[in-house]
């Protein structure tokens, strides 16, 4: 019978936004590298995150810091009750590296 099929339950938005909150100030090769994705994915991604209000990109010389904005719902009607701060507690351990965030 064919092959296996992989599939995971979180998508890449939410590996992007979880490897942003494990190191704001990563590049994006590095959250690419963390994630298995492509710089250019990860790039798309990030202003997809932005424009949505999730996240936002502060220039910090030749670097980026990003700052989540956790209080935001998920977009998903089935899951509009909760907020995008609920994954960020399961996936995160709040310990020093851990993004800065915005009410």
């Known amino acids: ?16 936004l979880l490897a942003v909150a ?3 100030d990563a590049r994006v090769h590095e959250i690419a590298a963390r994630v ?5 994915s990860t790039l798309l991604i990030l202003q997809d995150l932005e424009d949505a209000g999730y996240l ?3 220039r910090l010389g ?7 904005h956790p209080n935001r ?5 089935a899951s509009a009750g909760h907020d995008v701060d ?3 507690t399961i ?5 020093s590296g851990h993004a800065t965030t915005a009410s």
């Open 56 to 58: 936002h990109r502060t």
């Open 36 to 40: 298995g994705i492509t710089s250019r």
């Open 1 to 16: 019978m064919g092959g296996e099929r992989h599939w995971t339950f979180l998508t890449n938005h939410a590996h992007v």
């Open 86 to 88: 609920e994954l960020l």
């Open 62 to 68: 030749r670097r980026n810091h990003y700052t989540l």
């Open 22 to 24: 494990r190191a704001p």
């Open 73 to 77: 719902p998920f977009r998903h009607p």
């Open 91 to 95: 996936f995160t351990k709040p310990a």
